[in-house]
């Protein structure tokens, strides 16, 4: 049985400027993978390129299912929940309204049993309860973030794609989003987490994978990424 995720020789283009060249990537059903890099390496267009928002060529597959010309809306249906950087909630409806959103049926899946309700949702991020009625451009960039985090959770994803979940938070609110991660890990959700901070990467990692100049750099397990101090120097040092 192959990969949950698996891509293979991956290109993706903004109109005529190239920013994937070639990439090669699995994620396997129920791990973490943190995909780290530099601003500008590529990660955030992978995550796009799953998710059928821009050019590409290339195989990816989830799931068994061929992803080359499916729409965005299409991909999500399939299992494959995913939280840009800037979050996108919708800011004139209410928390409620936004969680609402994440829970439409998914025919190809529809006869599963969810993992996440709006009850785990309020557990896992009880301001949202408190705030259920307040309209989302009101929230704080945390409370966002939560919100984000929750709707994508009610589309039961079996793969989470996250971009930078904890960018510009403070340190008690990344914990909290941290705590989170975690708790999917422990029910089985594959999560690709788009991160910088390595220390939330190898709390919760399996592997870790670096990008630069669109390509993957390294791939492996952490205690290989640990040997590795070119890696970090090359393609993860600032300068």
């Not at 979050?87 to 006869?111: C, H, K, Q």
């Not at 599963?112 to 949202?128: G, K, N, Q, S």
């Amino acid at each position: 049985m192959g990969a949950l995720l698996e891509i293979r020789g991956l290109q993706a283009w903004y109109g005529a400027s190239q920013v994937l060249h070639g990439v090669d990537l699995h994620v396997e059903a129920g791990e973490v993978l943190a995909l780290a890099g530099r601003n500008g390496s590529g990660r955030s267009t992978l995550a796009k390129a799953v998710m059928g928002m821009v050019r590409t060529q290339g195989q990816v597959r989830f799931a068994g299912h061929v992803l080359a010309g499916r729409c965005t809306f299409e991909i999500a249906r399939l299992g494959i929940g995913y939280v840009p950087e800037h979050r996108d909630v919708f800011p004139t409806l209410t928390v409620r309204e936004n969680l609402a959103l994440g829970i439409a049926p998914r025919s190809p899946r529809s006869g599963r049993t969810p993992r996440f309700t709006l009850d785990d949702a309020y557990a896992l991020f009880p301001i949202l309860r408190e705030r259920a009625a307040a309209r989302a451009g009101v929230l704080s960039g945390g409370e966002q973030q939560m919100l984000a985090l929750a709707r994508a959770l009610l589309g039961n994803p079996d793969l989470l794609i996250v971009d930078e979940p904890t960018e510009g938070l403070a340190a008690q609110v990344s914990a909290v989003v941290g705590d989170c991660l975690h708790t999917l890990r422990e029910r089985g959700v594959a999560v690709l987490l788009i991160e910088q901070r390595l220390a939330l990467a190898r709390r919760l990692a399996d592997r870790i994978a670096v990008m630069g100049h669109g390509a993957i750099v390294f791939e492996g397990s952490l205690d290989a990424f640990a040997q590795r101090d070119d890696i970090v120097r090359d393609w993860l040092g600032v300068g």
